[in-house]
């Protein structure tokens, strides 16, 4: 569904009764979806390598909500909102028009309530700490997200995250697009600051099944706008 951008360049300080988001910083990376070796039940099979693009809309200060990115065809994004707190939306826009947006304005029709139905998945997985690491000779820190249960992990087949953290961008606070990796730090919040310049996803078989890389990291000044009546995240909406 196509939505026709709304600029509010006169909207500074003087709107009341909506919810307020910044964005400060546009990230691009490249996903890369690894071809698979042999059938795993329920998962799809993929035949070869396949690329795309995903750019995070986010706030270096408030990792409870970002944006992502990604082309729908070679005129529009789609762009899938979260907030953590409770609500969500996906709207399309012209590339040409976002891109030169200072301020948009989502309408109530593409809001919905967003509850994490799986807050208690904390107790089940943990972040790891692992010593630094070198690449092309730069020193990164990095952490995996996985389960703590080898029954738990052998049953479901669950694999691991492995978030390697660019350097100096610890003004930052950590990009967790993953529900339960997000509800995790907020109980512990024992992760060094920074977005990850990679994550891989490695799956039960310890194979390589989702790269993302970093290709660019922007400063921008972005506000969304969502009306009092649909902002879900207060209790009485």
Same mark, same amino acid.
């Given at each position: 569904?196509?939505?026709?951008? &709304?600029? @509010?360049?006169?909207?500074?300080?003087?709107?009341?009764?909506?919810?307020?988001?910044?964005?400060?910083?546009?990230?691009?990376?490249?996903?890369?979806?690894?071809?698979?070796?042999?059938? &795993?039940?329920?998962?799809?099979?993929?035949?070869?390598?396949?690329?795309?693009?995903? +750019?995070?809309?986010?706030?270096?200060? !408030?990792?409870?909500?970002?944006?992502? @990115? +990604?082309?729908?065809?070679?005129?529009?994004?789609?762009?899938?909102?979260?907030?953590?707190?409770?609500?969500?939306?996906?709207?399309?826009?012209?590339?040409?028009?976002?891109?030169?947006?200072?301020?948009?304005?989502?309408?109530?029709?593409?809001?919905?309530?967003?509850?994490?139905? /799986?807050? /208690?998945? +904390?107790?089940?997985?943990?972040?790891?700490?692992?010593?630094?690491?070198? &690449?092309?000779?730069?020193?990164?820190?990095?952490?995996?997200?996985?389960?703590?249960?080898?029954?738990?992990?052998?049953?479901?087949?669950?694999?691991?995250?492995?978030?390697?953290?660019?350097?100096?961008?610890?003004?930052?606070?950590?990009?967790? +697009? /993953?529900?339960?990796?997000?509800?995790?730090?907020?109980?512990?919040?024992?992760?060094? !600051?920074?977005?990850?310049?990679?994550?891989?996803?490695? !799956? /039960?078989?310890?194979?390589?099944?989702?790269?993302?890389?970093?290709?660019?990291?922007?400063?921008?000044?972005?506000?969304?706008? &969502?009306?009092?009546?649909?902002?879900?995240?207060?209790?009485?909406?």
């Amino acid at each position: 569904m196509h939505y026709t951008l &709304i600029f @509010l360049l006169l909207c500074t300080g003087l709107c009341f009764g909506q919810k307020d988001y910044t964005f400060d910083y546009r990230l691009e990376y490249q996903q890369t979806f690894f071809k698979d070796s042999i059938p &795993i039940k329920n998962r799809p099979f993929n035949t070869q390598d396949s690329i795309a693009t995903v +750019t995070y809309l986010t706030n270096s200060k !408030d990792n409870s909500y970002h944006g992502a @990115l +990604t082309a729908s065809d070679s005129l529009h994004y789609l762009l899938n909102f979260k907030d953590e707190n409770g609500l969500q939306f996906e709207v399309s826009f012209l590339k040409a028009e976002f891109d030169q947006a200072v301020a948009i304005k989502i309408p109530c029709k593409f809001v919905r309530s967003y509850r994490n139905a /799986y807050t /208690y998945q +904390t107790k089940n997985y943990d972040f790891s700490r692992s010593k630094d690491t070198l &690449i092309d000779g730069l020193q990164y820190q990095y952490y995996t997200l996985a389960t703590n249960n080898p029954r738990r992990a052998k049953k479901k087949k669950t694999g691991t995250l492995l978030y390697i953290i660019a350097p100096e961008t610890s003004f930052h606070l950590p990009l967790l +697009t /993953y529900a339960t990796a997000f509800e995790e730090w907020k109980t512990n919040q024992n992760l060094p !600051d920074g977005i990850f310049f990679r994550k891989y996803f490695i !799956d /039960y078989y310890h194979r390589m099944d989702t790269q993302w890389q970093l290709l660019s990291n922007q400063k921008i000044d972005l506000k969304l706008h &969502i009306d009092a009546a649909c902002d879900y995240t207060k209790e009485d909406n």
